[in-house]
DNA sequence: TCAACCGTATTACTTGACTAATACGGTTCA
DNA sequence: TGAACCGTATTAGTCAAGTAATACGGTTGA
């Protein structure tokens, strides 16, 4: 049974995504595998101290991105194929860089520099992938 | 008399953060100069077909970036130094790569490895930085 | 079978972002 | 001075996101 224990209760952000976050570094460190049993909507809603219809949220999300099924009226279960962990890995990857930027926004610029090699840097691989070389 | 030609009329995002953004450009372009006057907020108000107070916020914006200067009943003026031209270009530079971030966040991460490039690279930045060094 | 679970759908409440309506006081210049 | 501008403040309307309240039907096992 997938455990909520160590789950983030005043993180920062939505619930809802949090719970998406979790589970997804559950899977992407392996210590969520497949077929493992995930906890009601309402045992994690109760454990959370939310709504069911938040974790519902959540959990329907993690079944759009392949993590889990889910069938009416019965339990639901971890989906976990090499696809689905290294999606997971990506997301999560993608969501720490979104974090480093958007704090780069507010934060008056102090790394410019930074900045412009991240961009120029990805023009070069734009530029490389047009030519068919690697490097 | 700084003018709203060319304007995005049909552009994304919130209406006073086109403003911003369009007097950011004209600023980090040359084509606004220092002592450059604004139009008032009724004029552009009544120009791009919305209310005063949406073009107060994004004047408002401005001046707290320090590019134009207001007094209460007088006319408004373009503030432009080094630093705030500096500013400027800085700020469309990190919007331009939130962008970019943000669609591949969307995408279904098909560049994982560019990420993981620039996250390493990030990182490498930093522990460079506290110890001190320049590379 | 039927009670106790399960997932699901519908609806409503709350909050913040964005914009508008309106009014107020300051500046300018004939 | 006073009309015509100006910037400013207050208040309200609109909309989407997040969450909650509630009810419905499906599954399971004694």
Do not use: H
Not at 9 to 32: D, Q, S
Not at 96 to 122: F, N, P, T
Request: proline share 4%; charged share 30%; aromatic share 6%.
């Amino acid at each position: 049974m997938v455990s909520f224990v160590g789950f983030p209760l005043e993180g920062e952000g939505p619930i809802y995504l949090r719970i998406v976050r979790f589970i997804r570094a559950g899977v992407a460190a392996g210590t969520i595998v497949d077929g493992d049993e995930m906890p009601s909507r309402r045992v994690v809603s109760a454990t959370l101290g939310v709504n069911p219809n938040t974790v519902q949220k959540a959990y329907r999300m993690l079944e759009e991105e392949g993590l889990m099924v889910s069938r009416s009226g019965a339990k639901s279960f971890a989906a976990v194929t090499p696809e689905s962990m290294e999606a997971a890995r990506a997301r999560l990857q993608a969501e720490e860089i979104g974090r480093v930027v958007s704090a780069l926004r507010r934060s008056g610029m102090e790394k410019e520099d930074a900045m412009a090699l991240l961009s120029s840097l990805w023009d070069e691989d734009e530029q490389a992938e047009e030519r068919g070389e690697s490097e």
